[in-house]
Every structure is written in C-alpha cells, then in structure tokens.
C-alpha cells in the first residue's frame, strides 16, 4: 500500500523515504507501457492541480536511444555559457538523485552547475505533496511525481530555459506534458522493447511522439527505417526538421598526440556556420552529440531567442557528463561508461583505440536481465582481451555467471573471470592490469553509478 503524503517533508530523508515508496519503474523487471502505467492523463491532472509549472519556462525536450543525455548535457552548457539561467532535468542519477535536476549558469566566464539543494529540494517535495490528495485513486508513479517536483524547482528557480530528457520512450513518458521551443531525436535503436515495440519502427514512433505541432525538430543520422517515422510524425505535426548530416552539416578532424585524443568539430544549419570547437565528451560519436546540441540552440536563434554566440561556445567546450566514456584513472586508463546497448557499447568500443594508446583492454562487465545480453557479450568477444562478468545492486541484474556463458561461446580466446562482488570485480580488474593498459566498466549505468559510489572509500580513482 502507498504511503500517504504528509502535511508537511521536515527533513530531506523523509522527502526522499515518501519518494520511494512510489511505483519505481525504473527497477522492475517488466512494465507494460500501456495507459495503466504510463497514463499521460494522469500528469496532466498533477499538473494542472500544481498549476502548470511547465509553462512558466521556455524549454527543449530530447528523446532517443543512444546520447539523449549527452545532447542534454551539452545543450544546456551551450545555454549558460550563452548567458541563460538553466536547468536540466535526466535520469537516471549515478550515485545521488539530487543529479537528476540541475542549475546551470555562467559566472566569471565559466559554466557553474549546481544540483538542487537538499533544502530546495524539500521545498518542491512540499509544494507537490497536497496535490496528491486530488489524485489518491489514481496515484503517480516514482517518475511522476520526480517530474513534477522538477518542474515545481525548475520553476522556483526562475530558469531561462530547461532541458528535459525524456525518461523512457516519448509518447508517453511524464515529461511529455510540454510543450518545448524545440526537440531533438537522438540515435535510436533497439532497447526497452517489451515497452516500445520489437521493431526500430515503432521504437521510433514512440520517440518521434514528443515533435508537437509546429515545433523544430532536430535528429541525429538514423537507420532508414527510424529516420522514415521521424519524417513522417514531423509532415504530419507541420514541424520544421534539421537532420545532423543533410540540412545541419557536420565535418571532424582528430586532435592527434598522446591520449587522450579528442575531436576538432565544425558544424553548420541553413541559418548559420557556428565556430570550430573541440568536442568536450570522449569519442567520435560525440561529435553528433554536439551538431544536434547546435541544432537545438540554431532553433532557439531562429525562434527569436539572444544569446551570446561565442560565450555558447566556450560552454559548450566545459561540457561534462559523468559516467560516459568517463576517464577516471591513468596508468592503467579506467574509464567508465554506462552503455546498455548493442549500438552503444560497440560506439564504445570503436572510440577506445581512436582516444587512447593501450596494450590490453581489460573489462568489468555487467547488465540488466532484460538487455541484448547476447549481443552486448558478442561486442565484447571481438574487443576485450580480459572480462570480470559481475554485478550492480539493482534488483533485476543479469546473472553474471550466464554473460560468461554466453562469452565462452561468442569469445572464446577472451579470458573469463566471475565476481558477484562489484568491488572486488574492480580489484581483480586493477590487479590484472599493468600500467599500460586499458580498464573499461560498462555495461550499466546502475553499476557505473554503483563503482561511483564505491570508489570514496575504495580510491580506485586517482586524484579521488
């Protein structure tokens, strides 16, 4: 049975225990995404008994598969380095969930980002709670009512702007109750299908759904198949779209030297050819990332918005978002990144020996049950020389002991260690690695999050 709402959250931990008690569907194992569990009506009736903080900030909605949340990320560094007070709302959070809503704003020429406050947090938590009593038999669930507390802080924070990433899906994640100035559509591929659908068809159908009548909207290169679907739901709403790679155009060139090696970028609409710039976050691939971060911003210009043009420049080279192809150590590399999917981890790993010089790439490896598993272990098999199959403490972890099973099939020459222990996964990693190799976690970002969290005391991180 939920717990009820209290008059009043005293203290951050009783915020955070009511919190809990929501449906969470982020860590079970099966969620049928019909109108029973994901029912748009439902946050809308939150909304409205909230009075609609969502409409009280100018914002930008990001959906995808693949680097929605690198393309928040660096929209939002883009925003406030142009001199815009801004927010981001992501999920999931790595170690604290205070991650999850976010300020940022350029002070002294830097880009400033700041969680929300415990205190603030409280104060969202206290505004939302007596508009649960409107909707106790039909309660929201723990990404609902996470939603509504960001838009109420988001609010409360008087941003410019807020950069919202969808959760799951589009069409009928908790989000999708605004109405932004632009959405942008990362790469998108097979994940969550029990939700989505078992075809990149209608996976697409359910992202391209956050595009709103007359909005711009900006995509990352497709396969055929989903850029079709994108097309279609853009005519459709009469919305204006940029594809990175026909009208947003986009050219890169490494940086050369040692390692690690990043990416020179330049990147042009129809509108404007916006300067050269190092690509902030590791890897090729972020290159797109940055080019629909542009889009989104080329948008916002062409919507009427100022913004200090070289200042979004600068802050989009400060941008930073931990746990992908995160550098955390040298001597060995440790580099986290929390790719869950065929697509991503294989991003992953063509962008290693483009970024570092190393000898062998030793792997820390685990998943959620409900991913390729097959074909995550099949990426591996052709890359890693070494894995430590282990585990995170989410409730619906894969068995580590069936990914080495499936690696002795795909990999057999990759040499194969088991620990249900994430620590000592990490230690035997460490201790098997000499100072010139490579030592990837991956595979989920709960056990990023988790090796995160672990490494305060652990000190696998140097300088940590």
């Known amino acids: 049975m939920t717990q009820a709402a209290p008059t009043a959250f005293e203290t951050y931990a009783q915020a955070l225990d009511y919190l809990f008690t929501r449906t969470d569907y982020e860590r079970m194992a099966r969620v049928r995404h019909h109108a029973g569990s994901y029912d748009l009506g439902r946050m809308q009736r939150l909304c409205d008994a909230l009075g609609r903080p969502q409409d009280n900030f100018a914002s930008v909605h990001v959906a995808g598969t693949i680097a929605k949340g690198s393309v928040a990320a660096m929209t939002a560094y883009l925003a406030a380095g142009g001199g815009k007070r801004v927010g981001l709302y992501i999920s999931p959070h790595l170690v604290d969930i205070r991650e999850r809503i976010v300020l940022l704003e350029r002070r002294g020429?830097?880009?400033?980002?700041?969680?929300?406050?415990?205190?603030?947090?409280?104060?969202?938590?206290?505004?939302?709670?007596?508009?649960?009593?409107r909707l106790a038999d039909d309660p929201p669930t723990f990404f609902e009512l996470m939603t509504a507390v960001a838009f109420v802080a988001l609010d409360a924070?008087?941003?410019?702007?807020?950069?919202?990433?969808?959760?799951?899906?589009?069409?009928l994640d908790a989000t999708n109750v605004v109405t932004?100035?632009?959405?942008?559509?990362?790469?998108?591929?097979?994940?969550?299908?029990?939700?989505?659908?078992?075809?990149?068809?209608?996976?697409?159908?359910?992202?391209?759904?956050?595009i709103k009548p007359g909005v711009p909207a900006v995509s990352a290169p497709q396969r055929p198949a989903a850029g079709q679907v994108i097309a279609r739901f853009a005519r459709e709403q009469?919305?204006?779209?940029?594809?990175?790679?026909?009208?947003?155009?986009?050219?890169?060139?490494?940086?050369?030297?040692?390692?690690?090696?990043?990416?020179?970028?330049k990147v042009a609409t129809p509108s404007r050819t916006f300067d050269e710039f190092i690509v902030p976050l590791l890897g090729r691939h972020q290159a797109v990332s940055a080019a629909v971060a542009l889009g989104l911003v080329d948008q916002l210009l062409e919507g009427g918005w100022s913004m200090d043009l070289p200042g979004a420049m600068a802050g989009l080279e400060q941008a930073r978002w931990p746990g992908r192809l995160d550098l955390r150590g040298r001597r060995p590399w440790i580099v986290l990144d929390g790719a869950h999917t065929v697509e991503a981890l294989r991003a992953v790993l063509r962008a290693l020996p483009e970024t570092f010089d190393y000898r062998r790439l030793i792997v820390v490896a685990g998943c959620l049950a409900d991913k390729d598993r097959r074909g995550l272990m099949g990426a591996l098999a052709n890359a890693a020389d070494i894995v430590v199959a282990t585990q995170s403490d989410h409730p619906h972890r894969a068995d580590p002991a069936s990914l080495l099973e499936l690696l002795a099939i795909l990999g057999p020459s990759v040499r194969r260690y088991l620990s249900l222990s994430a620590p000592m996964a990490m230690d035997m990693a460490l201790n098997l690695a000499g100072p010139n190799d490579m030592v990837l976690v991956t595979g989920s970002l709960y056990l990023v999050g988790l090796v995160m969290k672990l490494n305060a005391?652990?000190?696998w991180f140097a300088g940590e």
């Not at 980002?113 to 508009?131: K, T, W």
């Not at 924070?157 to 069409?171: I, N, P, S, T």
């Not at 591929?189 to 068809?201: K, V, W, Y």
């Open 457 to 459: 005391e652990a000190k």
């Open 238 to 265: 009469m919305a204006p779209l940029l594809t990175v790679g026909r009208e947003i155009s986009l050219s890169t060139q490494p940086t050369g030297g040692a390692g690690p090696r990043r990416w020179r970028a």
């Open 180 to 210: 932004p100035r632009a959405a942008a559509i990362t790469p998108i591929g097979m994940d969550h299908m029990r939700q989505l659908g078992n075809t990149i068809e209608s996976i697409a159908g359910e992202k391209a759904a956050i």
């Open 157 to 171: 924070m008087g941003v410019d702007l807020a950069v919202l990433e969808v959760g799951l899906g589009g069409r």
């Open 109 to 133: 020429g830097r880009v400033v980002e700041e969680p929300i406050s415990e205190a603030a947090f409280v104060a969202a938590m206290n505004r939302v709670a007596p508009a649960l009593d």
